[in-house]
């Protein structure tokens, strides 16, 4: 018997994400500086919640919003707002303007790392060996902890090599407590769940811990975990949290449609439909680490494609802030590398140019047909015809009993028109072709969904 989704709450089946990478969107300073005054930007977000409502997403995922050295990702106190974007008030105001809407809200928690400036880090600097909160960090002195003098520098563990974010202690008993205390604050504040940066670097016996103690209070709490490679199903089983990234789907959707080998997809959609046996994957496009997807692609005709298996395949699907627009953006590894894919807004999705609109108006079309579809959330794929330039695949819902609980999905990225087998296909319901009886014609790079 399937157990997918089991562990997650309930309106997560119903979970469309609008992510938005904030200190970016509002247009932050790079860098904050010591004692800065607070400037009131969250509340530029309260007037893009219609935009993301009228989109057809469920929830606004946050990066962070914490109080940080630089781009968020080097928290000093996870307790407070960055004041280069707001204070409590100022998230306040803005959960209870996504509270109007329907909207949920997921926070970005950073806690594999804090940032140099982080008090307890500080504290480590000026007090040596000695600081109540030296055993938060994995810690090296030179000439042993006896031979510090004040000024002595420890080595430490930090994040892939970044100086600037030093890795926590995650066996120390106070870390856990932190980790849980910073979780439950914010829901009793009202939001709804937790992405967990950089989980794949925490140990998962780590992550139970917490994710047992946050549940405890908070069972309708959402935490979703960054994992990059490695075992999904086993990162999630043993680490407590409802979901991950889905970065292999990612990753198999604009390869193969740039390579012309749906052989790749095939294959990633096979492994996906084994984690849906397990959980429901956290899946998108795009997000603030990554080349946008329409930069990513070799083909502008093929970002349709693209979202059409984003919103038919099973999983939580995310959006990233822009991307409905067909925002580019090229990352770079390099000093501001992030800046493409992270870039100011306009005050207002009125100020979007129309070129967008054609992409807007496809993500309405399809995350529509998914919300009239909500058995697509676990749904299963299984292959009806492959070819090199050809795809098409049946979404089936877990449970056989669902009503209208099968789609039949047709791709084709080839330079002609092409006749592929639709077995069972009924009416077409978004793209375009000509079905006739279980074949369906497509125009070049075409593509349809169909009633099952």
């Known amino acids: 018997m399937s157990t997918s989704g089991a562990r997650e709450p309930g309106w997560v089946q119903d979970a469309i994400w609008w992510h938005v990478y904030p200190l970016g969107f509002v247009g932050a300073e790079r860098s904050a500086t010591p004692g800065q005054a607070v400037t009131h930007r969250l509340d530029r977000l309260v007037g893009w919640l219609d935009?993301?409502?009228?989109?057809?997403a469920s929830g606004l995922a946050l990066g962070p919003v914490f109080a940080a050295e630089t781009h968020g990702y080097d928290t000093t106190d996870h307790l407070r707002v960055d004041p280069r974007l707001g204070d409590d008030a100022d998230l306040d105001a803005l959960i209870a303007a996504c509270r109007a809407r329907g909207l949920r809200v997921l926070l970005d928690g950073v806690f594999n790392h804090v940032g140099r400036g982080h008090p307890a880090f500080r504290a480590?600097?000026?007090?040596?060996?000695?600081a109540p909160t030296a055993g938060w960090f994995r810690l090296r002195w030179p000439g042993g902890p006896e031979a510090w003098r004040p000024g002595t520098e420890p080595q430490y563990d930090d994040f892939e090599g970044h100086s600037s974010l030093v890795a926590l202690n995650h066996d120390a008993p106070a870390v856990a407590d932190l980790v849980v205390e910073v979780m439950c604050h914010w829901l009793d504040r009202g939001v709804d769940?937790?992405?967990l940066d950089a989980a794949y670097a925490v140990p998962t016996s780590f992550w139970a811990g917490v994710a047992d103690r946050v549940r405890a209070?908070?069972?309708?709490?959402?935490l979703m975990g960054?994992?990059?490679h490695g075992d999904y199903a086993g990162f999630v089983a043993e680490a407590h949290v409802d979901a991950v990234t889905q970065y292999e789907l990612w990753k198999a959707v604009w390869s193969a449609l740039n390579d012309a080998n749906f052989f790749e997809l095939d294959a990633a959609l096979t492994r996906h439909g084994g984690f849906l046996d397990g959980f429901v994957p956290y899946t998108f496009l795009g997000n603030h680490d990554v080349t946008r997807i329409a930069s990513r692609l070799t083909d502008d005709r093929h970002l349709a494609h693209a979202l059409v298996v984003l919103l038919t395949a099973g999983g939580t699907p995310s959006v990233y802030a822009g991307d409905e627009h067909a925002f580019r953006g090229v990352k770079e590894d390099r000093a501001g590398g992030d800046d493409a894919v992270r870039p100011p807004f306009p005050a207002s999705p009125a100020e979007l140019s129309p070129l967008g609109l054609p992409t807007y108006s496809l993500h309405q079309e399809l995350i529509g047909l998914r919300r009239r579809h909500r058995w697509l959330h676990t749904a299963r794929t299984r292959t009806l015809?492959?070819?090199?330039?050809?795809?098409v695949y049946e979404v089936r819902a877990e449970d056989e009993r669902v009503d209208g609980g099968r789609l039949v999905?047709?791709?084709?990225?080839?330079?002609q028109p092409v006749e592929v087998p639709v077995p069972g296909a009924g009416g077409l319901l978004v793209g375009a072709a000509d079905l006739a009886g279980d074949r369906v014609r497509l125009p070049a790079h075409g593509w349809a969904v169909l009633e099952g």
């Open 385 to 391: 015809h492959l070819a090199n330039e050809q795809l």
């Open 226 to 228: 960054e994992v990059i």
């Open 193 to 195: 769940g937790w992405r």
């Open 51 to 56: 935009h993301a409502v009228e989109l057809g």
């Open 124 to 130: 480590v600097l000026e007090q040596g060996p000695s």
């Open 217 to 222: 209070r908070h069972p309708a709490a959402y």
């Open 409 to 415: 999905v047709a791709l084709s990225v080839g330079e």
